[in-house]
């Protein structure tokens, strides 16, 4: 199971590449060869996906009926602007522009890494969604995560 991890301060050059970190990288060992792939994230961000990662999330969306209109609508705006990159030998990748627009990344961005996946957001769009900190977040995490018992503690679950 992938399990990147981090945040991280980057900048753009003047052709809209960026110079992956150090530490991301390493974490990419086995991944960098096989390519990548770039999309719009739900939020005003973009998504960098290893393309095992992917595979698995195109193999599970296949499973939609695309006789159902919603669903068609799901997956027409999901995979709008998907891209396939490569890390150059500079260890950059050259985001494309009508994904960057999308975004509205210009010079700073802030890579944030979890799960399977890396978000590419404008830093300005970062620090504005970060600074909407939840009121009480040990209320939130007890309604996201109280129902699932993992062992790290008493679920509600019988």
């Known amino acids: 199971m992938l399990q990147f991890l981090g945040e991280y301060n980057c900048k753009l050059d003047d052709k809209g590449r960026l110079r992956m970190p150090a530490p991301l990288l390493k974490q990419m060992e086995g991944m960098v060869e096989a390519g990548f ?77 979890y799960f399977d996946r890396i978000e590419i957001w404008a830093k300005e769009q970062y620090d504005s969604l970060m600074d909407d900190e939840p009121h009480d977040f040990a209320t939130l995490a007890e309604e996201v995560m109280g129902k699932i018992q993992s062992g790290h503690g008493k679920s509600d679950l019988p």
Do not use: H
């Open 37 to 113: 792939v770039l999309n719009r994230g739900f939020e005003k961000c973009m998504v960098l996906y290893p393309k095992s990662a992917w595979a698995a999330i195109t193999e599970e969306i296949q499973k939609l009926n695309l006789y159902v209109k919603q669903n068609r609508d799901f997956v027409r705006y999901f995979f709008r602007g998907a891209t396939e990159l490569e890390i150059d030998s500079s260890q950059r990748i050259n985001l494309p522009k009508n994904l960057s627009e999308y975004a509205e990344v210009d010079k700073e961005v802030i890579l944030f890494a």
